[in-house]
């Protein structure tokens, strides 16, 4: 017969249930064959606890191993022992693996607590993210406008390794229009080259002049982020802000919307651009209009966010139900001990 060693038991149950009850009965009732302590989690303690488990308590976890409401006592016993013959098993191997899950399991550590603080509080990190991404554009033509020009030009500079920052295709501030698209673009607005006196062709000349340019008192000054970045990211900034104003509870956008309204928009509006200038022209030549780059960035950027951020939200949700569940364990293992000192030490 096995020399069985006491294992710790973890049972997700509430107030009130009689499942859980029985269960709790039954584990008693092989207590003396299967030495154990038992630790009880209130799934009402934890929301990501009561949304996972609320229809499938009782649960009882032993070691690795899982069992689910029906509880019957035959698989209990089974499961019991194949637990307990693990643990000897790793325990007279001294398996490195199990020996560091075990000390882990027992600690309370500051990388538990960093884990469980971002998966409460990511939402709020990546919308700070996003707002200062998005933000510091807009101080760039501030800071043109009272006249330091130092601050303004870091910040076109560190932006333009990632953005285009072309003046027909970016916004403006503090001039006679928002924005100056090139005249192939056929919009009621004085066009850069009318304002400016830009040329407005492909050439590598036209293009680096375009992009160089920052602005002037008359036309106003350069955002550091082109219009269809800016409308990303406010796309983005939007649903995490509604996401958040939900309490993430949004569901899940399906892969199949993203790509008809958020993917298909802005890849046809930028491909066909694209392709439709040198050095490709393989279709009429297109500009696209500022309305356009605004309205399809923005659908991308939201039905991205919507498509990604539930995602992030289950990753997260899990960290918080295994971290919450771990700290009512320890919680709860401290007081049993301060209870029976002279226990044996249990993982």
Known sequence: MLAYKMITITLYGRRDCHLCESAKQMLEEVKERFPHRLVEIDIDQDPDLKKKYFSEIPIIEIGPYELRSPVQRQELEVTLAAAIERKNQLETLQDPIYLENVRRGSEWTLADKIAL?????????????????????????????????????????????????????????FGEQIAYPRQAAQVSWKSLHEATGLNEDNSSE??????????????????????????????????????????????????????????????????????????????????????????????????????????????????????????????????????????????
């Open 117 to 173: 603080w971002i998966s409460r509080h990511y939402l709020l990190m990546i919308n700070l993210v996003v707002l200062f991404y998005l933000g510091v554009p807009f101080l760039a033509p501030i800071f043109m406008k009272i006249g330091i020009p130092a601050p303004a030009k870091v910040i076109y500079h560190v932006y333009g390794v990632v953005c285009h920052q072309l003046a027909y295709r970016s916004f403006f501030l």
């Open 206 to 347: 036209s293009i680096l002049a375009a992009r160089a340019f920052i602005g002037d008192p008359q036309v106003g000054y350069k955002i550091a982020l082109c219009q269809r970045d800016l409308a990303i990211y406010t796309g983005i900034l939007c649903f995490g802000l509604l996401y958040a104003l939900f309490k993430r509870k949004i569901p899940f956008l399906p892969w199949y919307i993203w790509v008809l309204i958020g993917l298909l928009p802005i890849g046809l509006d930028g491909v066909s651009q694209l392709i439709s200038q040198p050095p490709f022209s393989l279709i009429p030549y297109r500009e696209s209009t500022p309305f356009l780059r605004v309205l399809t960035g923005s659908l991308f950027g939201f039905t991205t966010a919507w498509f990604g951020f539930p995602s992030v939200e289950e990753s997260m949700a899990e960290t918080r139900r295994i971290l919450g569940a771990k700290k009512i364990r320890l919680a709860s293992l401290h007081v049993q001990r301060d209870n029976q000192p002279d226990e044996p030490s249990l993982q």
